[in-house]
C-alpha cells in the first residue's frame, strides 16, 4: 500500500511525482523492446534518464520523445529524399517480402541471381513496385501454374 503524502514544495501528492518515472523494466514493456534496448538508448543519451540510488529512472515525458525520435527505417533518409518511399513506389527488401507472402531470403535471394531487380541506395536495397509487379509475373505466377498443374 502507497501513502500519500503532500510535499510542501508544489503541492503534488509524492505518489504523483514517482508515477511521472519510470523504471527500464516499465520503459521496455510500453516501447516493446527489451530492457536491454532500453539501457542502449540510455548508454547512447539517446533517452534521457537519471540514476536514482542503484536504479535508472526514465521520465514518462522523455520516453515519449525517445519513440517520437527513435531511429525507424521507414524514415531512413537518402540524399535529402525519403528511401523507402512506399508513396513513389519504393520499397526494402522486408516490404516485398511481407507484400508477396514470401520470406525476406527469397527475395535477397532473387536480387543477387537477377531474378529481381533492385537498387543500392547507400547501405540499403531498395526496389520499385515496376520491378516487384514484373517478379510476381515472370516467377511467382510460373510457379503457381506449375503446382496447379500437379
Not at 537498387?119 to 516467377?139: L, N
Amino acid at each position: 500500500m502507497t501513502k500519500k503524502t503532500k510535499d510542501k514544495t508544489n503541492g503534488e501528492s509524492a505518489n504523483e511525482t514517482t508515477s511521472k518515472f519510470l523504471s527500464i523494466t516499465e520503459a521496455a514493456r510500453l516501447n516493446n523492446v527489451t530492457r536491454q534496448a532500453i539501457y542502449v538508448a540510455i548508454k547512447l543519451n539517446k533517452l534521457k534518464a537519471t540514476k536514482q540510488e542503484a536504479r535508472w529512472a526514465i521520465h514518462v515525458d522523455d520516453l515519449e520523445e525517445y519513440r517520437q525520435n527513435k531511429y525507424s527505417r521507414a524514415k531512413s533518409m537518402y540524399q535529402g529524399e525519403l528511401l523507402f518511399d512506399n508513396h513513389q513506389g519504393y520499397f526494402s527488401v522486408n516490404q516485398v517480402a511481407e507484400l508477396l507472402g514470401v520470406p525476406p531470403q527469397k527475395i535477397y535471394y532473387a536480387t543477387r541471381v537477377g531474378k529481381l531487380k533492385a537498387h543500392r541506395r547507400g547501405a540499403a536495397w531498395v526496389i520499385h513496385k515496376e520491378d516487384v509487379e514484373s517478379y510476381t509475373t515472370k516467377y511467382l505466377s510460373s510457379k503457381n501454374k506449375k503446382l496447379k498443374a500437379s
